[in-house]
């Protein structure tokens, strides 16, 4: 290779069965690496681009990095859609296609149980949202207005235990709700819910949970709409998204370059 020419390294989308490799729809970009039993989803990257100093810089720029975590997660769907895929998260660069088999060996029976515990399944996302105005009009009334300094410190008691049986409220439906989708679940887990900076909503996110369920199974669907319409007259509502390759319930594997 000359001085000039660009450097490449291999981008790791996941690793599948090397049984399922023959199901999958080979992508001309897509490059498939073999290691015993196991076959991880491949593209040749510039190091330009996914060099290590390059990357850190590159994960700041937010439209980079939203463009490039969907065609991530586009291949990920594409894979889970046809195999079973233990996603690797965004940005694992191994140098060469030997780097990539060591990984997959080292790391071969936490790979190979991830795919047992996933196997015909899928995950899906359910988030459960709050509206805090129209869940404390649900609650209870507002109190009068405090006319004199005893009234004043009354009524900021009064606003203290209203705001503490809204926060009793809200975390006895996210209870509620998440055992319930439990139920009908392989598993389930919950994430830490995420601000309204990176929502761009006006309601608090209760719960963001993720369950693993079997392919084609609606009964999580099914009941997150019950859950939305029982709840909705009290200021939350519910929805669900997916089907998504199980990010949840895999170990986060994989490495930088």
């Known amino acids: 290779m000359s001085a000039s020419a660009t450097q490449t390294a291999l981008y790791v989308y996941g690793v599948v069965a090397l049984r399922d490799v023959p199901s999958l729809e080979q992508d001309p970009a897509v490059e498939i690496v073999q290691e015993d039993a196991l076959a991880a989803i491949t593209r040749v990257v510039s190091l330009d681009e996914y060099g290590e100093d390059t990357l850190r810089e590159n994960l700041n ?81 507002q109190e009068p207005a405090a006319e004199s300094g005893r009234a004043y410190l009354e009524a900021r008691r ?52 993720a369950f693993l369920v079997t392919a084609g199974d609606r009964s999580i669907a099914e009941e997150v709409e019950r859950l939305d319409r029982e709840l909705r007259d009290l200021g939350f509502s519910v929805e669900v998204t997916g089907p998504w390759p199980a990010h949840n319930f895999v170990a986060a594997e994989g490495e930088a370059e």
């Open 61 to 141: 720029d937010r439209e980079w990095l939203e463009e490039n975590a969907r065609a991530h997660e586009d291949v990920l769907l594409a894979v889970a859609a046809v195999a079973d895929v233990v996603p690797f998260r965004f940005g694992t660069i191994c140098r060469t296609a030997d780097d990539v088999r060591a990984l997959l060996a080292e790391q071969r029976d936490a790979l190979t149980a991830g795919l047992e515990r996933i196997r015909g399944c899928v995950e899906l996302g359910v988030k459960l949202w709050a509206d805090r105005d129209r869940v404390e009009a649900a609650l209870a009334p």
């Open 158 to 209: 009064n606003e203290q235990r209203r705001a503490a049986d809204i926060q009793a409220m809200c975390n006895e439906v996210a209870r509620g709700a998440y055992d319930r989708l439990l139920r009908l679940a392989v598993a389930g887990v919950v994430n830490r819910p995420q601000p309204r900076e990176l929502t761009g909503r006006t309601e608090d996110m209760l719960l963001n949970a």
